[in-house]
Structure formats: structure tokens, C-alpha cells
Nanobody, 122 residues
């Protein structure tokens, strides 16, 4: 069992930065791949980035490549999402998720956090 709690969301101007954190409880965190997804009002949940259990492999959505960076600290049971050069279209609720393998499909992930709101003003 893995429980996830996101933090770090907020309101930022376009071009600004935010760092999201996802703290996990449970002994199996380090063996789980982690993903970040986002969902804007009226839209489908969208893949943002995935990271393998070791952190050695990552996969980014094209829309965030070069602007977002994912990392994890297994000693702290935490995964991070550094978001730079934010755009208004990045506005969404951001969710972290844990699952057996990294992937772009949300159904691959078994555990989900409650989400944190990111709002980017123009």
C-alpha cells in the first residue's frame, strides 16, 4: 500500500517556476515507478512525466519537455516535479501516481494522490 500527498502548487505568473513534491508513505515506495498527470477543467487527465523506480529512466510529454524536470529521492520517499517557464496552458490539478512500471497511461498506476492546483496567469 502506498499513500501519496502532493504539495507545492499555487498561483504563478507566466514564465515563472514551481516545484511540486509528492510524499509517499509505505515501505514499497522505492520499488514503484512514479508518474505525474494533470487535469484541467473539462479536459481528460493528461500524462506529464514518468520516472522509473531507480530514477534512471524518465519519459516526458512533448508539451513539457525542456521545461519540467522530474526527480526522486527514495531515501525521503519523495518525488519532485520542477516546473520552469510555466505557461497558462499548464494550469491544471496535478496528480502524482505510483505503479509497477513507468508509463504514459493512467490506468497503469495503482495509487494516486489527491492533487494540487497549479494556476498560471498570463
Amino acid at each position: 500500500q502506498v499513500q501519496l500527498v502532493e504539495s507545492g502548487g499555487g498561483l504563478v505568473q507566466a514564465g515563472g517556476s514551481l516545484r511540486l513534491s509528492c510524499a509517499a508513505s509505505g515501505r514499497t515506495f522505492s520499488s514503484n515507478a512514479m508518474g505525474w498527470f494533470r487535469q484541467a477543467p473539462g479536459k481528460e487527465r493528461e500524462f506529464v512525466v514518468a520516472i522509473s523506480w531507480s530514477g534512471g529512466n524518465t519519459d516526458y510529454a512533448d508539451s513539457v519537455k525542456g521545461r519540467f524536470t522530474v526527480s526522486r529521492d527514495n531515501a525521503k520517499n519523495t518525488v519532485y516535479l520542477q516546473m520552469n517557464a510555466l505557461k497558462p496552458e499548464d494550469t491544471a490539478v496535478y496528480y502524482c501516481a505510483a505503479g509497477p512500471v513507468p508509463g504514459t497511461v493512467y490506468r497503469l498506476y495503482r495509487y494516486w494522490g489527491q492533487g494540487t492546483q497549479v494556476t498560471v496567469s498570463s
